[in-house]
C-alpha cells in the first residue's frame, strides 16, 4: 500500500548530513560531470529503491512535459506502478530562462502500490538555473541533482536571480551533483541528420531522458517507437530524437555518471492487462463506453478551455463509436447544444472548468427543470475568475452544488484517481440516463493530467445501462413520472403522436404544459429535489477503511485527494493510530449510510483543497463537528501534511 | 405504459448515428393547419403581429411537408425568450422553449445529431440580436440545416418596453427617455456578414408574402434566416407603417425577385440603378429604361448585391422584401454527419474493446 517512507528522524538525519557533506563536492568522473559525494546510507537506500520520485524541470520550450510522459509510460511498461504530476505554467512561452517559465513533470515509478506522484522528489533534472532555482527547495537532501551544464552561462543564471552561479557556492552541498553538456552533447548527436540548428537544438530533453534511461536500466525501444510515431511525418526530426536518446544513454553508460545504475522493480499489481492511463482520457473513454453500453448516440459540445480541453480532444478522434463533437462557440453554446441532443434522444455531454460552469448555470437550470439526462464535466481549476488555470483545486463543489437560480438540485459526482475518471464518467452516464436528469462530474487539474497504470476493463463486466423511450400516444405525458425513481418519460422528436412542448417555464405536473399556479409550484420543486434524493437508493454505501464499526477518527475526503489521504491514513495506522478513511464519490446525493458512518466517530477530519467545502456541506446536514485541514496552493495535498494533522487529532 | 426497451425498433444502435432508419415511416397523411395547431391558448397581446405569422406558418406547414416527404413529428420549433419564443407553445409540433438568445444553440445540437427533423428556430431582436447575437452569427456561418425565424419589432416586448438593439437611434422609450444613443443594428447586414446561404426578409400584415417566404425558407438546404417585420401594438405600434401601410406599401417596399430588375411603386415605374457604387431611385421614361436598372440576382455567391440591397432605407429608398440571397454550400451537419458515417465504415469500428486496450499494454501474470 504504502511507497517508501521516511520517518521525520530520517529526516534529520539527512539534513545534518547536508551541512556535513557541503565541504566535500569534489570533481571526478569526467570533465562533464561532477558527483558530490552523498552520504551512504542514501547511496545504499538508492540502489534498489521501492520507489523513485524524479521531478523533470526546464523552460516551457524545453518538452518536459513530453519527457516525463515518456518516462512515465517506459515505466508504466515496464511493469512500475506509477503516478504522475505534470506542474506547467499558463503560459505557453513565458520568457525563455525565467523563473515564471518553468515547466515541471513530477513521476513517482515504484514496485509498490501507491496513490500519489510522491511528497518531494528524489531526483531533479534541470535544464536550466531557473529550473534549478524553483525547483531545489523541494528535493529531499542528498538528493540527485542532474543539470544541463551549458544552460548556466551568465545570462541565464542573471534571468533566474542567481548572483552566484550556484555550482560554485555551497547551494548544492549535499546532492549529488551531475553536470552533464546536455545542449553540445546534443548538437553533436543530431549533426548526421542535417536539421537546423533550432531544431537541433529542440532534441535535448531526448538525451536528457536517455541519461535517466541509463541510471534506472530502462529500454529505450518503446519510447523510440513512440518517437518514431509522433514524428511520422518529419523523418528527419525522428531520427534527430533517436539520436540524442540513443547519445544520452551511452553517455551515461561511458561515462558511467553514477556508479550504479538503479533498478526499481515491477509493481505487484492484481492480474490483468494494464496500460497507463490519464484523467481526461479515462474520462472520455467512459463516456464511449456508458453510450456503447446504453445505444446511445454520444454528443459532446465543448469550449475550449484548460484543463478540459483533451476531453474534446479525445472525443474528437473517435467519431466510429458514432460520436458527435461540437465546438462551440462558447460555453453556453456548448451546454445549449448538449441539452438540444440529448432532447433528440442522444447522451448529451458537455465539459468545462469553473469559470465554463458560471457561464453554464443558466442553461443547467434549464436541464433540470426539462428534466433532460446531460452529463457536465467540470475539471476544476485553482479560481476565482480566471485564477490558476493550470493548476488543480476543489473549490467548484459548492458552485456546482447551489450556483444556479431557484431550487436547482442535480446529482453530483467525483472520481477519485485519474483510472477511475473512466467508471464514473459511465456512473454519471448512467444516473443521468436512468433518472432523467443532468448530473455533474467534478474531476480536477490533477486528475486530469495525473497518470497511472490502469487495469483495462472487459466490456462484458461493464455495468448494462437500460434506456426506455416512451411511444404510445394513449397514455403519455411529458410529466408522467416512474414510481420508485420520479424520472419522467422521455419521448423523441421523430416519435408519431407525441408531440409535445417543453421549456424553462414551470410545468405543471404530469401534462408538462406551463403553470403558474402556486401549489403546482411547490409541489414540482418537492419533486425535483426528491428525484434527486432518491438516487442514493441506487448508489452503493459509503465503505470505511479500518474501523468500521467506529472509532477515533474519520479522514473523509472526495475526489483527488483520495491517494494522499488513503497513503497518510496507512502510516498512522501501522504505528497502531486509530485512524479510518473514507471516500466520498457520491456528492449528491450522499450515500445513505453517510450519517450513520459520520456517527461511529468522535472526531472527522475533512482534508480539501479548497476553504472546507464538503466540510460545511457535512456540517450543514448531518450537524458533525467536522475539522478542516485545508489547501488551496495549486498543488495536491502532500502525504506527510495529512499525517501530521491525523497525529495532532489522535 | 408501454414503454419502448433497448431491444425495440425505437433502439437506435450505437453503431447508426441518428434515429431515421428506425423509426416507423407511416405513410405520409394530408395535414390540415389545424393538424399544426396546439390545444394551448394563444397568450399574446390582441392585435399583435405575431398571431398572423403563427397563422402564416401553419398554413404554410402542410405543403411544406407533402412537398419534401416530412411527418408532423419529424418537426421542431426551438425558441428562446420574449413574446416571439412562445411560438412553439402554439405549433402541434415537437417544440422546445428554451433561454434567452440560446435557441440556435439547442437547436444545432439537435439538428448535429438528428439530421432528418426539420428544425424551425424562432427568436426575436432582443432574443436573437442582443443576448444571443453571438449564437445567431455562429449557426449562420456554419451553415447548419435550421430555419431562422427573427420576428423584429424592434422594442422589448415582454419586459414592457425597453428599447432594442434595433431601435432606431433617438427612439425614447421606458429606459431611453431622453431617446437612445446607440446605432441600430440591421438583420440582414449581419446575417449576410455571417454569409447565411438564405436571407430573406418580409411582413407580418402582408400574408401572401410571408407565406411565400416561409415556404422557401423551409425549401432551403442550409441555414435560412428571415427576418420579419412584426408590429407591437403595445409597445410600439406603428413602427412600420411608414412603408408597410397599405396606403404606401406599393411605393414604399420593392419586392425582390430573382432575375427581375428593381422595379416598385403602385405605378412600375420607379427603379433602383446603380451610379458608381451608389444605388439611386430613377423614373421609368425620359430615356431611362429597365435595362438601365440593378437586376436582382440571389444566386451571385458574392453577397455584396444582398448587402447593398439591405443597406437601402426610408426615406430615400423603398424597404425591399423577398430573398436577398439564396445560394447552395454543403451543410454543417451534412459534414458532420458524413465524418461520422465514413468513420463508422472503417474495419473495426465500433470495436470498444479495441479502443481500451490501444495502445501499450503489459500484463501483469
Known amino acids: ?650 | 405504459m408501454p414503454l419502448a426497451s433497448n431491444d425495440s425498433p425505437l433502439r437506435a444502435p450505437a453503431d447508426a448515428g441518428g434515429l431515421a432508419a428506425v423509426l416507423p415511416q407511416p405513410p405520409q397523411p394530408a395535414y390540415t393547419k389545424q393538424d399544426f395547431t396546439s390545444d394551448q391558448i394563444v397568450r399574446w397581446c390582441p392585435g399583435c403581429g405575431d398571431y398572423s405569422i403563427l397563422a402564416q406558418m401553419q398554413k404554410i406547414m402542410p405543403s411544406v411537408c407533402a412537398k419534401q416527404n416530412i411527418p408532423r413529428e419529424n418537426v421542431v420549433f426551438v425558441s428562446g425568450i420574449g413574446c416571439s419564443s412562445r411560438f412553439p407553445y402554439y405549433m402541434n409540433t415537437y417544440g422546445f422553449h428554451s433561454i434567452h438568445g440560446r435557441a440556435p444553440t439547442f437547436a444545432t445540437g439537435l439538428k448535429s445529431t438528428r439530421p432528418e427533423l426539420m428544425v424551425w428556430v424562432v427568436t426575436g431582436d432582443g432574443d436573437g440580436l442582443s443576448i444571443g447575437g453571438n449564437h445567431l452569427i455562429h449557426a449562420l456561418r456554419r451553415n447548419i440545416d435550421l430555419k431562422i425565424l427573427l420576428f423584429n419589432n424592434r422594442i422589448y416586448g415582454l419586459t414592457k418596453g425597453q428599447y432594442s438593439p434595433t431601435s432606431e437611434m433617438g427612439k425614447k422609450t421606458k429606459s431611453s427617455p431622453m431617446g437612445t444613443v446607440e446605432q441600430p443594428i440591421n438583420p440582414l447586414l449581419i446575417a449576410l456578414a455571417a454569409e447565411a446561404t438564405f436571407a430573406a426578409r418580409s411582413l407580418d400584415t402582408d400574408t401572401k408574402h410571408l407565406q411565400d417566404t416561409l415556404e422557401r425558407a423551409a425549401a432551403h438546404r442550409g441555414v435560412a434566416f428571415v427576418e420579419i417585420f412584426q408590429n407591437c401594438n403595445i409597445f410600439n405600434d406603428g413602427a412600420f407603417e411608414s412603408f408597410a401601410d397599405i396606403s404606401v406599401r406599393k411605393d414604399k417596399t420593392l419586392i425582390l425577385e430573382h432575375g427581375k430588375p428593381l422595379i416598385f411603386g403602385k405605378d412600375r415605374n420607379k427603379g433602383i440603378r446603380l451610379k458608381g457604387l451608389k444605388p439611386e431611385v430613377v423614373t421609368l421614361g425620359q430615356g431611362i429604361t429597365e435595362a438601365d436598372l440593378l437586376v436582382h440576382d440571389e444566386k451571385s455567391e458574392d453577397p455584396t448585391l444582398a448587402y447593398l440591397l439591405a443597406h437601402l432605407s426610408e426615406p430615400e429608398f423603398p424597404i425591399p422584401l423577398g430573398v436577398y440571397r439564396n445560394v447552395s454550400r454543403p451543410t454543417y451537419d451534412q459534414l458532420l454527419q458524413s465524418q461520422v458515417e465514413t468513420s463508422k465504415s472503417k474495419p473495426n469500428a465500433g470495436n470498444l474493446q479495441a479502443l481500451l486496450a490501444s495502445g501499450d499494454t503489459w500484463t501483469v501474470e
Not at chain 1, 509493481?267 to 494494464?274: E, F
Not at chain 1, 419533486?527 to 432518491?534: D, G, H, I, P, T
Not at chain 1, 465503505?543 to 489521504?565: F, H, M, N, P, R
Open chain 1, 1 to 650: 500500500m504504502a511507497g517508501r517512507e521516511r520517518s521525520p528522524e530520517n529526516e534529520e538525519d539527512s539534513e545534518n548530513a547536508k551541512t556535513e557533506s557541503a565541504s566535500n563536492i569534489e570533481e571526478s568522473m569526467a570533465p562533464n560531470t561532477q558527483v558530490a559525494s552523498v552520504p551512504k546510507e542514501v547511496e545504499d537506500r538508492n540502489r534498489e529503491p521501492e520507489n523513485v520520485i524524479i521531478r523533470f524541470a526546464g523552460d516551457s520550450g524545453d518538452g518536459m512535459q513530453v519527457t516525463g510522459s515518456m518516462f512515465t509510460h517506459n515505466s508504466a511498461l515496464v511493469g512500475n506502478d506509477i503516478s504522475t504530476l505534470p506542474d506547467f505554467p499558463a503560459e505557453i512561452r513565458a520568457p525563455a530562462g525565467t523563473l515564471p517559465g518553468v515547466s515541471g513533470f513530477q513521476l513517482n515509478f515504484s514496485s509498490l502500490d501507491i496513490k500519489t506522484p510522491g511528497d518531494a522528489p528524489e531526483v531533479l533534472v534541470a535544464m536550466n538555473p531557473a529550473a534549478l532555482k524553483v525547483n531545489l527547495s523541494d528535493l529531499v537532501p542528498g538528493g540527485m541533482v542532474v543539470l544541463n551544464a551549458d544552460a548556466f552561462g551568465g545570462n541565464n543564471l542573471k534571468k533566474a536571480g542567481y548572483v552566484v552561479d550556484p555550482r560554485e557556492d555551497n547551494t548544492l552541498a549535499g546532492y549529488q551533483v551531475i553536470q552533464v553538456q546536455i545542449s553540445n552533447l546534443t548538437l553533436q548527436a543530431v549533426k548526421p541528420t542535417g536539421i537546423g540548428q533550432k531544431d537541433a537544438s529542440r532534441c535535448k530533453n531526448m538525451f536528457a531522458l536517455g541519461l535517466m534511461f541509463w541510471i534506472y536500466d530502462r529500454p529505450m525501444e518503446p519510447t523510440i517507437r513512440t518517437i518514431r510515431q509522433k514524428f511520422g511525418k518529419k523523418p528527419e526530426i525522428a531520427e534527430a530524437n533517436v539520436l540524442a536518446l540513443q547519445a544520452g544513454y551511452n553517455y551515461a553508460d561511458t561515462m558511467e555518471i553514477v556508479p550504479n545504475q538503479i533498478r526499481v522493480s515491477k509493481a505487484q499489481l492484481p492480474k490483468g492487462t494494464y496500460k497507463m492511463i490519464m484523467g481526461n482520457e479515462a474520462t472520455a473513454l467512459g463516456f464511449i463506453a456508458a453510450a456503447k453500453v446504453s445505444g446511445r448516440p454520444l454528443f459532446y459540445g465543448s469550449y475550449p478551455i484548460t484543463p478540459a480541453s483533451d476531453i474534446l480532444h479525445e472525443l474528437s478522434r473517435h467519431k466510429e463509436f458514432g460520436v458527435y463533437t461540437f465546438q462551440a462557440e462558447d460555453e453556453i453554446a456548448a451546454i445549449g447544444a448538449c441539452i438540444g441532443a440529448s432532447f433528440g434522444g442522444a447522451l448529451g455531454l458537455t465539459g468545462t472548468s469553473g469559470p465554463g460552469i458560471a457561464l453554464k448555470s443558466e442553461a443547467m437550470g434549464l436541464a433540470v427543470m426539462t428534466e433532460l439526462p446531460i452529463v457536465i464535466v467540470d475539471v476544476q481549476r485553482g479560481g476565482p475568475s480566471t485564477g490558476l488555470p493550470t493548476k488543480t483545486e476543489q473549490a467548484d463543489l459548492l458552485q456546482v452544488m447551489f450556483g444556479r437560480n431557484g431550487e436547482c438540485p442535480l446529482c453530483v459526482l467525483a472520481p477519485a484517481t485519474p483510472g477511475d475518471c473512466f467508471r464514473m464518467a459511465i456512473e454519471a452516464s448512467r444516473i443521468a440516463l436512468t433518472h432523467m436528469l443532468p448530473v455533474v462530474l467534478l474531476t480536477d487539474g490533477y486528475l486530469a493530467n495525473g497518470a497511472e497504470p490502469w487495469p483495462i476493463p472487459r466490456v462484458e463486466d461493464l455495468p448494462k445501462i437500460s434506456v426506455k423511450f416512451a411511444t404510445d400516444p394513449a397514455t403519455y405525458q411529458p410529466y408522467r413520472r416512474d414510481p420508485e425513481t420520479l424520472a419522467r418519460q422521455w419521448a423523441l422528436p421523430g416519435t408519431p403522436g407525441l408531440e409535445h412542448r417543453i421549456g424553462g417555464l414551470e410545468k405543471e405536473d404530469v401534462t408538462g404544459n406551463v403553470s403558474y399556479d402556486a401549489e403546482n409550484h411547490e409541489r414540482m420543486v418537492r419533486l425535483r429535489a426528491e428525484k434527486v434524493a432518491k438516487i442514493a437508493n441506487d448508489i452503493p454505501p459509503l465503505e470505511v477503511v479500518g474501523d468500521a464499526e467506529g472509532g477515533e477518527l474519520l479522514v473523509i475526503g472526495w475526489g483527488s485527494t483520495y491517494g494522499a489521504i488513503d497513503q497518510a491514513v496507512g502510516r498512522v495506522r501501522r504505528r497502531g493510530g486509530k485512524v479510518s478513511a473514507a471516500h466520498l464519490r457520491y456528492l449528491n446525493p450522499f450515500p445513505a449510510n453517510l450519517g450513520d458512518v459520520l456517527s461511529r466517530f468522535e472526531k472527522v477530519l475533512v482534508p480539501e483543497m479548497n476553504l472546507g467545502q464538503l466540510r460545511w456541506l457535512l456540517r450543514a446536514k448531518y450537524l458533525v463537528d467536522a475539522i478542516g485541514l485545508n489547501k488551496v496552493q495549486g498543488q495536491p495535498f502532500k502525504i506527510k501534511e495529512i499525517e501530521k494533522k491525523i497525529e495532532e487529532l489522535l
